[in-house]
Structure formats: structure tokens, C-alpha cells
């Protein structure tokens, strides 16, 4: 059973952003990047040149995380740059499935993330139209918050969902994860983690990672949805 560990830089050093990606490199899966607008969500962080610059000089995939709005005008444009998985916001998508299928020709895997007051069921028609279902553990905007457990019974039910159809996509949670929450996330079904202070922050990025996957590793071992 593989899981994923996608190290956010949004808490990195941002003066050092491409030694930061390094940093993690040998332990991470991929790259979680950012990208928020000031509209989508009250912050602005990074955008297109900044993820084409990260392409060319960081060998491990970027999972870039799309935070704007007008997502459909947008989205296709990050794959095209070459960012290997690009999600983008159910709230702000007007034809997610048209969407997913934009940027899976331009070559990326295609995600959709939901914000935490949004409700999963109006859209699990979507799920066999993607590769991945971002479910927020925290409210869009900024690193650092506190993991909502609330949100856990959602991470249930898109994995309910993934299992009935017999689905071959991931199921990411960004937010808050820790040495503290991983488990519990990876009980609910959660098999890819965004993890920004939980591995920045640390004295030891790089053990920091290690800890992460071995806790969600023995939590998906135990879980009731592995398949033993
Ligand atoms: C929040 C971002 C997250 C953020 C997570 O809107 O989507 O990716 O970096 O940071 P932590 O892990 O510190 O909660
Ligand atoms: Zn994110």
C-alpha cells in the first residue's frame, strides 16, 4: 500500500525557495506548492513563473495546489508548465469535468479540493473524472492552523466512495498534519499528506518526513479500508 508525503513550501524560506525543495528532496514524493491569488483565499503567494522556475531546476514532481479563482482559465496552464499534479478548487471551478480533462491532456495528474464548509455528496459524480480528491483540513489561505477533525468523516466518505467504485485515485488531506494528526487521517482513508510546518519547521526536515510516513504507514496498516 504506497502512500505519499508532499512537503509544503509554503513554510519555507522563500528567499531560498529552490535549496529549500532540495532540502526535502530525498525523502519527499512530491513538492506541495501553493498557489493563492487574494481573491480564491486572502493571501497571494506564488504563481505561474515562480512554479515554471521550480520545474526547471527541482527533479521531484511538483503537486501544485491551485487557490484561485477562475480556476477553469487558469488550471491547465500549470500542467502545461509542467507541474505533474494540479489541483484545483471545486468552489471555484464553473465545468470541473471539462477542467480535469484540460489538464490531464496537458499532461498532468488532475485534482479537485474542497474547502472544509463544502458539502463532498454534491460532487462525488466527479470522482471517476480525477486522479485526486483534496479534502481540507483547515480553511485555504495560510499554514500553520490546527487540523480540523471534523472534516474526518469527510475523508471517510471519499474513501467509501473510492473503494464502492473501485477507483485507482489518491485521497490527499492539506492542513494541519502532524506527528499529532497523521494517524488519524490515514485511519480515515487519507493515503497522500500535504505537511508544510509539520516538516519545515523541524530541527530535521528530513526526519521529519520519515516520522510522518512510518505513523501513517502503521495507521493504514490497521485501518478498515487497506486491503490486508
Ligand atoms: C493552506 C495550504 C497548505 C499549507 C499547510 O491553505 O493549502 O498546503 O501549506 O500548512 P501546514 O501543514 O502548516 O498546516
Ligand atoms: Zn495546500
Not at 57 to 75: E, F, Q
Not at 126 to 148: A, K, N, R, W, Y
Not at 170 to 184: F, N, P
Not at 217 to 222: E, G, L, P, R, V
Request: glycine content about 8%; some cysteine; overall charge negative.
Amino acid at each position: 500500500m504506497g502512500l505519499r508525503i508532499s512537503p509544503s513550501i509554503l513554510s519555507a524560506d522563500f528567499g531560498h525557495l529552490v535549496d529549500e525543495c532540495e532540502r526535502v528532496a530525498p525523502n519527499a514524493d512530491w513538492l506541495h506548492v501553493d498557489v493563492m491569488d487574494n481573491h480564491f483565499v486572502p493571501n497571494l503567494t506564488f504563481g505561474l513563473p515562480v512554479v515554471e522556475a521550480l520545474v526547471g531546476k527541482v527533479s521531484t514532481p511538483i503537486d501544485c495546489h491551485l487557490m484561485i479563482s477562475d480556476a477553469d482559465r487558469w488550471a491547465p496552464g500549470y500542467a502545461e508548465a509542467g507541474a505533474k499534479s494540479v489541483t484545483f478548487h471545486i468552489e471555484a471551478a464553473a465545468n470541473p469535468k471539462q477542467l480535469a480533462s484540460d489538464i490531464r491532456k496537458a499532461g498532468a495528474r488532475a485534482g479537485m479540493a474542497i474547502k472544509p464548509g463544502t458539502d463532498l455528496t454534491d460532487y462525488e459524480e466527479l470522482f471517476p473524472h480525477l486522479d485526486m480528491i483534496l479534502i481540507m483540513t483547515v480553511e485555504p489561505g495560510f499554514g500553520g492552523q490546527s487540523f480540523m477533525h471534523d472534516q474526518l468523516p469527510k475523508v471517510k466518505r471519499a474513501r467509501e466512495v473510492i473503494k464502492n467504485l473501485d477507483l485507482d485515485i489518491w485521497l490527499q488531506v492539506d492542513g494541519g498534519v502532524s506527528v499529532k494528526t497523521i494517524e488519524a487521517a490515514a485511519d480515515a482513508g487519507a493515503d497522500t499528506f500535504v505537511a508544510g510546518s509539520a516538516v519545515y519547521q523541524s530541527a530535521d526536515p528530513l526526519e521529519a518526513i520519515d516520522s510522518l510516513r512510518a505513523l501513517a504507514q502503521s495507521a493504514t496498516d490497521k485501518s478498515w479500508w487497506c486491503a490486508h
